[in-house]
């Protein structure tokens, strides 16, 4: 008596067909069951944008919950990106990509990057201080596209509707006369790129040649630009000091042509924004105002371990100064809680008897 070897079912206690090949046998239901399976793997499925319902505005407000002040800056991607996602629907619209420009540690790549939580498009951030060009040691540009496909798992269609941020963008500036494989040369590679063409990304022995279309992925470039940034910088300090305005802290495309960016270069990039110096008092709003605050998030940790903890108001405006001094920006905050909260998070673990108890901790 017949029976399926990839269901176990009988000749006896079934009316489907079976058929035997090689010493194997299968129902005609599991032949059914392979062949939708297969079909379900190989069937091209049209991609589209995740359009939602959303405006410049409704961005922003997005942004403000997790990003304290650089109001400017979150107002002018808010624009970028809602222009990116209905130029997705019409070839005849060209994308606009924007340069990012300020201080370390004020929070370029964490906007970015919250902004593509929102639109929930492939996202990939790429290191410029690591390009080089093609044929010498480093990563070649095409690397970036290589990230991106990664992000949408693999759908080239879905990757080419996508955003790239790269970083550190000033490291690229031309610094000699000289051959500058990191620099100028960078740059010249970059610029079909961000202009919008097909890419081929070279095989390598994981995998074959990648062709990609850059005309609808969005490149938003941020960098330091510290010797710029220096000069328009506005020093204060304590919790009344005054904030950088975007008036205080203009750079005009001339400052970057003599930085070591080629006009072509910059052609590409026709949106220029900034975000502004953090100071004392946005280092302290920034400890307890986002959605994720680092102050909610160490109260969340306390509270898995049945601990209630509070933060005096000396304690977040010290840790809001040390972190102003170090000269590390919003970055240095987490480091400077670490520290304090060390001993805290060491103890309160074993303080608790039984899981209904609770304890109380001030900081």
């Not at 990939?124 to 990664?150: M, R």
């Amino acid at each position: 008596m017949r029976q399926c070897n990839f269901c176990g079912k009988r000749e006896d206690d079934t009316t489907v067909d079976f058929f035997v090949s090689n010493g194997s046998t299968i129902c005609s239901e599991c032949v059914k069951n392979c062949w939708e399976l297969k079909n379900k793997k190989t069937r091209i499925k049209k991609v589209t944008a995740p359009i939602r319902k959303m405006t410049p505005r409704k961005i922003k407000s997005y942004l403000d919950e997790y990003v304290v002040g650089q109001e400017e800056a979150k107002k002018t991607l808010s624009i970028a990106v809602y222009n990116h996602l209905k130029a997705l629907n019409n070839p005849d619209v060209k994308k606009s990509n924007v340069l990012l420009l300020g201080p370390s540690g004020c929070g370029k790549t964490y906007l970015v990057e919250t902004l593509s939580h929102f639109v929930d498009l492939p996202f990939a951030i790429a290191d410029a201080t690591t390009l080089t060009e093609a044929g010498y040691a480093g990563d070649d540009v095409s690397s970036i596209l290589l990230k991106l496909i990664y992000a949408a798992g693999g759908n080239i269609k879905l990757a080419e509707k996508g955003i790239v941020y790269i970083d550190e963008i000033d490291k690229i500036a031309k610094k000699t006369m000289d051959k500058d494989v990191s620099g100028e040369g960078v740059q010249q590679a970059l610029l079909k790129m961000m202009d919008g063409d097909i890419v081929t990304i070279p095989a390598n022995k994981e995998r074959q040649a990648i062709t990609i279309n850059t005309d609808k992925i969005l490149f938003i470039c941020g960098g330091a630009f510290s010797e710029l940034t220096q000069k328009h910088e506005k020093k204060g300090i304590g919790f009344s000091a005054d904030l950088i305005t975007e008036e205080n802290f203009k750079i005009t495309v001339k400052d970057l042509i003599d930085y070591g960016f080629s006009a072509e270069f910059l052609g590409r990039l026709p949106i220029i924004t900034s975000v502004n110096p953090i100071n004392i008092s946005m280092l302290r709003q920034i400890l307890t105002e986002p959605k994720n605050s680092l102050i909610w998030q160490y109260k969340q940790l306390l509270k898995m371990d049945n601990v209630e903890l509070d933060f005096r108001e000396d304690t977040l405006n010290a840790i809001a100064t040390e972190a102003y001094q170090h000269g590390s920006g919003a970055r240095g905050l987490r480091s400077i809680m670490e520290k304090r909260m060390r001993n805290l998070m060491y103890e309160s673990p074993d303080e608790a008897i039984d899981s209904s108890q609770v304890i109380r901790k001030c900081l």
